[in-house]
């Protein structure tokens, strides 16, 4: 029996020990993730997942066990302050003014 080197022992141990925080749409969205939890000093990883019951791939944002809590109010925060932001701009743009208010009569 082969024994793998020591380095490639430890990376798989180190991965092992982090869970998943999310899932992401695509590869754009888990570094973004990735990138907002360690600006957040939140250790982070990606990783490419099998999901059977989805028939496709799907990428799982981990952090360590230790952080995962701190990983979900982060996330959440971000997630709401973007839909925070979608909203008030898709307001601004339905906002449908009639131009006939702002016309004067004279």
Same mark, same amino acid.
């Given at each position: 029996?082969?024994?793998?080197?020591?380095?490639? *022992?430890? +990376? $798989?141990?180190?991965? *092992?020990?982090?869970?998943?925080? %999310?899932?992401?749409?695509?590869? $754009?969205?888990?570094?973004? /993730? @990735? %990138?907002?939890?360690? %600006?957040?000093?939140?250790?982070?990883?990606?990783? @490419?997942q099998d999901e059977e019951s989805i028939n496709g791939k799907a990428?799982?944002?981990m952090v360590p066990e230790e952080f995962? &809590? $701190?990983?979900?109010?982060?996330?959440? +925060? *971000?997630?709401? /302050?973007?839909?925070? /932001?979608?909203?008030?701009? !898709? #307001?601004?743009?339905?906002? &449908?003014?009639?131009? &006939?208010?702002? !016309? #004067?009569?004279?």
């Amino acid at each position: 029996m082969a024994k793998r080197p020591r380095k490639a *022992q430890k +990376s $798989e141990a180190e991965v *092992q020990e982090f869970v998943v925080v %999310t899932f992401a749409e695509d590869l $754009e969205q888990a570094r973004d /993730y @990735e %990138t907002l939890l360690k %600006t957040n000093d939140i250790p982070a990883a990606i990783r @490419e997942q099998d999901e059977e019951s989805i028939n496709g791939k799907a990428i799982a944002v981990m952090v360590p066990e230790e952080f995962l &809590d $701190e990983a979900h109010v982060v996330i959440e +925060s *971000q997630d709401a /302050y973007d839909d925070f /932001y979608d909203f008030a701009l !898709e #307001d601004e743009d339905n906002d &449908d003014f009639d131009s &006939d208010i702002f !016309e #004067d009569d004279f």
